[in-house]
């Protein structure tokens, strides 16, 4: 940690509602230390240096998000180059929160029938309600936007294979 700055105070966002809500409020504050390093502006996504300790920050909109402040806050994402970042930026905890949030109402009591996935090659089974098995189904609910697309540059603590259904 670098000297003076408040880095390493700031804990990796939990997939929770009220971290990222408290993020956002943080975040007015713990921005003026910060650097933008992407070299653009009024992005959807911005990059963000800590010139003290060299920690880089991701600056997102949580779109829709139930706040009084503007909706961006930023969270810690590991060593990148601008260049990189640039062509794919990370994934976003609120996006994530919103996936598993999808997920967890589509898939509320559902179970597999006795007939195959309607998609070419899938060898699962269709799940009630749907031609699909589960991975098939939320990819078609994702295509209709009715559930969160994920797209970004995974990084810990988030696992992409928790986001994958079976
Ligand atoms: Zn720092
Ligand atoms: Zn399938």
Same mark, same amino acid.
């Given at each position: 940690m670098g000297k003076g700055c408040s880095c390493a105070s700031y804990k990796d966002l939990e997939l929770l509602r009220d971290d990222i809500t408290t993020r956002i409020k943080q975040t007015k504050k713990l921005r003026p230390s910060l650097q933008r390093i992407d070299g653009a502006e009024g992005k959807r996504d911005a990059l963000y240096k *800590?010139?003290? *300790?060299g920690q880089l920050w991701q600056d997102s909109i949580a779109w829709g998000w139930d706040t009084e402040d503007d909706a961006r806050y930023l969270f810690r994402v590991p060593t990148v180059s601008v260049g990189e970042w640039i062509r794919l930026p990370f994934v976003r905890p609120h996006e994530l929160l919103a996936f598993a949030a999808a997920v967890e109402r589509v898939t509320e009591g559902m179970t597999e029938k006795d007939e195959p996935c309607q998609t070419i090659g899938c060898t699962r089974r269709a799940v009630t309600h749907s031609v699909f098995c589960l991975r098939h189904h939320i990819e078609s609910l994702q295509k209709i936007r009715s559930v969160q697309l994920l797209s970004g540059r995974w990084f810990p603590p988030y696992d992409q294979s928790g986001f994958a259904p079976p």
């Open positions: *800590c010139e003290s *300790c």
